[in-house]
T-cell receptor
Framework: DAKTTQPTSMDCAEGRAANLPCNHS???????VYWYRQIHSQGPQYIIH???NNETNEMASLIITEDRKSSTLILPHATLRDTAVYYC??????????????FGSGTQLTVLP | GAVVSQHPSWVICKSGTSVKIECRSL??????MFWYRQFPKQSLMLMAT?????????EQGVEKDKFLINHASLTLSTLTVTSAHPEDSSFYIC?????????FGQGTRLTVV
């Protein structure tokens, strides 16, 4: 799986958009970008994933650059409950694959009141 | 999304005793489940891959005789920490995959005193 680089920490004002960057310059053509988050003392929670097109769901939007070497997770209106460690993971998304997710250090997002 | 339930959420045990942690996929079948360990202020580290009906695969440095894994059905995997010591105190998290997405349990906080 391709290596990812994320900032260690970020702050965001409550109600504003939180933009979390991720670099994955060695991504392969068949690798997807996944985002998970982990609220303190809980298991990771799936947020979104994409291959090359921008994706949006009820939680967030994922913007992937045209060369796919970086991406940004956008939480459009951050709340205090969005304070968590956000992990960007790049991997092949084959159905039935038994491969595990490899977690890096992630970005600690703190939403400030 | 799919639900993975982990039990107990927290447990305190005496040094030398054994503790069993259960991981269940509630609304899907999981041939493969994963067990992670997370120490304070660190990322998740894969301990082992649990395979239904066969032996688990352990990561390098993880003692298979100390961390017993049983995956007797398509919806249940158990991790037993045998002869627990204070250094085994950690946050243990299980994961199961449905199609291309991985879902995580709530985690189990183990404290060995």
């Amino acid at each position: 799986d391709a290596k990812t680089t994320q900032p260690t920490s970020m702050d965001c004002a409550e109600g504003r958009a939180a933009n979390l960057p991720c670099n994955h310059s060695t991504i392969s053509g068949n690798e997807y970008v996944y985002w998970y988050r982990q609220i303190h003392s809980q298991g990771p929670q799936y947020i979104i994933h994409g291959l090359k097109n921008n994706e949006t769901n009820e939680m967030a939007s994922l913007i992937i650059t045209e060369d796919r070497k970086s991406s940004t997770l956008i939480l459009p209106h951050a709340t205090l409950r969005d304070t968590a460690v956000y992990y960007c993971i790049v991997r092949v998304a084959s159905i039935g694959s038994a491969r595990q997710l490899t977690f890096g250090s992630g970005t600690q997002l703190t939403v400030l009141p | 999304g799919a639900v993975v339930s982990q039990h107990p959420s927290w447990v305190i045990c005496k040094s030398g005793t054994s503790v069993k942690i259960e991981c269940r996929s509630l609304d899907f079948q999981a041939t493969t489940m994963f067990w992670y360990r997370q120490f304070p202020k660190q990322s998740l580290m894969l301990m082992a891959t649990s395979n239904e009906g066969s032996k688990a695969t352990y990561e390098q440095g993880v003692e298979k005789d100390k961390f017993l894994i049983n995956h007797a059905s398509l919806t249940l995997s158990t991790l037993t920490v045998t002869s627990a010591h204070p250094e085994d105190s950690s946050f243990y998290i299980c994961s199961a995959r449905e199609n291309t997405e991985a879902f995580f349990g709530q985690g189990t906080r183990l404290t060995v005193v």
